[in-house]
């Protein structure tokens, strides 16, 4: 070959070292790319945090409308049949037994309270059906210590409708935004304990067989668990106004 033909080694380096780098443009279209990967990953992570957040909420409202059902059954099924001290409209006291009731206001002593449980003293629990500012009603709980006749002297219905109970803070939503809440009492007949009339008041010297409560809410969701009312039997079948005798034997 002709020595003028012959191409130089270094020139052919050169070359080689230029070809091998990486244009702007094929720069640009990788970092599109990887753009492209991050924001549909993003993407991907958002809407699943947005659909485990919505699981979760769905679940506490379940977890809440059965621990509500619980509680109403726990908190009324403990009756204790106490006679306390009730202050008459004249100022004076007497004797009656502390279960009272309407078809927005309940009051009785119970064995059960929402901090203690079963393992605590006797409360004084009051269920209050109360409206709100947008128009739905709430069902809202107070509880107090019970620590004698003379401790409920200041929760007697004193006239008829009872007066609405005082919400504070400490007092206890069991449901919100409902279209209808009521309550209502079950008297049993002694000579046909399966029947009985369901009635919107309870003034009674004994107790009622069972308490219903009513719910319905104002705005249902198919996808969660419905808000179904209550009823509550009262096993306790005795006088509670007739004073205790041992016959003996």
């Known amino acids: 070959m002709h020595p003028l033909t012959h191409p130089d080694r270094g020139t052919v380096r050169a070359a080689r070292s230029r070809e091998a780098g990486v244009t702007l443009i094929e720069l640009m279209i990788a970092i599109t790319l ?3 990967l991050s924001v549909g990953m993003l993407m ?10 919505k ?12 621990s509500v059902q619980q509680i109403l059954s726990r908190e009324i099924g403990g009756v204790m049949p106490v006679i306390g001290m009730c202050t008459a409209p004249n100022g004076s006291l007497s004797n009656r037994v502390i279960f009272q009731g309407n078809p927005q206001t309940l009051r009785l002593v119970t064995s059960y309270s929402v901090a203690e449980g079963a393992r605590g003293y006797p409360r004084m629990v009051e269920f209050q059906v109360v409206p709100t500012d947008g128009g739905a009603l709430r069902l809202v709980m107070n509880e107090h210590p019970y620590t004698g006749p003379m401790s409920t002297a200041p929760f007697c219905f004193t006239t008829f409708p009872a007066p609405p109970a005082q919400v504070t803070a400490t007092s206890f939503i069991v449901a919100d935004r409902l279209a209808v809440c009521r309550i209502s009492y079950h008297q049993m007949t002694r000579e046909a304990p399966r029947d009985g009339n369901w009635m919107p008041f309870w003034n009674d010297t004994n107790l009622p067989s069972a308490v219903h409560i009513e719910m319905i809410p104002i705005d249902p969701d198919a996808a969660r668990l419905p808000l179904a009312s209550v009823t509550v039997p009262l096993h306790l079948t005795l006088d509670v106004g007739v004073p205790y005798t041992d016959s003996g034997f």
């Open 34 to 36: 990887v753009a492209a």
């Open 55 to 66: 699981v979760d909420n769905r679940l506490q409202f379940n977890r809440r409308v059965m």
């Open 44 to 53: 991907a992570m958002r809407t699943s945090l947005v659909t485990l957040e």
